[in-house]
């Protein structure tokens, strides 16, 4: 894929790169011309979603570079309004004609929305999508173990993956370990906690000196370092091509424990706790 960023190997033997590119709030023209420049910079695992009303934005810009679409690895997700079986198969094809793709790599649902319960039914329009080749790999946002045990045992596929907020102040070792044990690989959406508390944390401050790199080349390499695929977001240039330059070095035990010692209970920047919060 890029000489820089080495790859996983998902469940379904899929391979993605170690980071991506988090596209939250990229779109138009200068969004098209952000997410274009990531990719020449080497990113190639770009995360999008029908709720950003970007997808069209990142067909723009998958137009407007000279790497190829086999390189790329393009992700989007279902809204928690289609999680009706005919419905998700609908916003699936809508998704694919926004950027004006014949195939995601990965598709996700967004949000479980447990109280609406309807995300087995989205699910199984994912798997049909998938062995009618619309989507590579299949997987889920948000999920606690519940729901994917749950997907599990009515429809006996698990999630490839599984995208979930997750940064020093919010580690998810629970979460984590359960992925681990059934080999569902996590995706940590907000790695850098949107660039408010971790740059001025003392503790990782201190550790980005040590190591002469920059405090988000420390935190996302620390989610490298717990097999988490972090999807930075960044409109800059220069921050992108910072934010993939993390494999050059190693994090001793020691300030790997200092940084998981951060996380929080309350962690969570906007308390979205996946059992109650519903996303439509
Ligand atoms: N599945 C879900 O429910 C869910 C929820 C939220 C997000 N996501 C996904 O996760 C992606 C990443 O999360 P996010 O966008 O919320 O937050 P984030 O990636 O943690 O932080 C983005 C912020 O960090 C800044 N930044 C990036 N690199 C930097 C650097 N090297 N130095 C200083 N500042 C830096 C960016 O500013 P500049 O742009 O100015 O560089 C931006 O303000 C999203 O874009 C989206 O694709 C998924």
């Not at 790599?105 to 929305?113: K, R, T």
Request: glycine share 6%.
């Amino acid at each position: 894929m890029t000489n820089q960023i080495p790859e996983i190997k998902l469940n379904d033997g899929m391979r993605i790169p170690a980071i991506g590119f988090g596209t939250y709030k990229l779109w138009g023209n200068e969004g098209a011309g952000a997410i274009a420049n990531a990719i020449d910079h080497g990113h190639r695992l770009i995360d999008s979603a029908y709720n950003y009303e970007n997808e069209g934005t990142v067909g723009a810009a998958l137009k407007r570079t000279a790497v190829s679409r086999e390189e790329l690895r393009i992700t989007s997700k279902l809204p928690g309004r289609y999680h009706t079986y005919d419905k998700a198969v609908k916003a699936i094809q809508e998704s694919l004609y926004r950027a004006d793709l014949d195939y995601y790599d990965l598709y996700l649902i967004h949000w479980p929305n447990p109280i609406q319960d309807q995300y087995v039914e989205a699910w199984q329009a994912l798997i049909d999508a998938k062995k009618w080749g619309l989507i590579r790999s299949i997987g889920v946002c948000n999920f606690l173990p519940e729901h994917m045990e749950r997907l599990e045992k009515e429809t006996g596929v698990l999630p490839s993956i599984n995208q979930v907020e997750l940064h020093p102040f919010f580690n998810q070792e629970e979460q984590r370990k359960w992925h681990e044990e059934h080999g569902v690989t996590t995706e940590s959406w907000s790695p850098l906690a949107r660039a408010n508390e971790v740059f001025t944390n003392d503790t990782i401050k201190e550790i980005a000196a040590k190591y002469s790199k920059t405090v988000s080349q420390i935190v996302l390499r620390w989610h490298y370092q717990h097999g988490a695929v972090a999807i930075p977001k960044s409109a800059s240039p220069k921050r992108q091509l910072e934010n993939m330059s993390i494999f050059d070095f190693t994090l001793d035990d020691a300030d790997m424990t200092a940084m998981n010692n951060l996380t929080r209970p309350d962690g969570r920047m906007n308390d979205l706790d996946p059992a109650v919060y519903e996303e439509f």
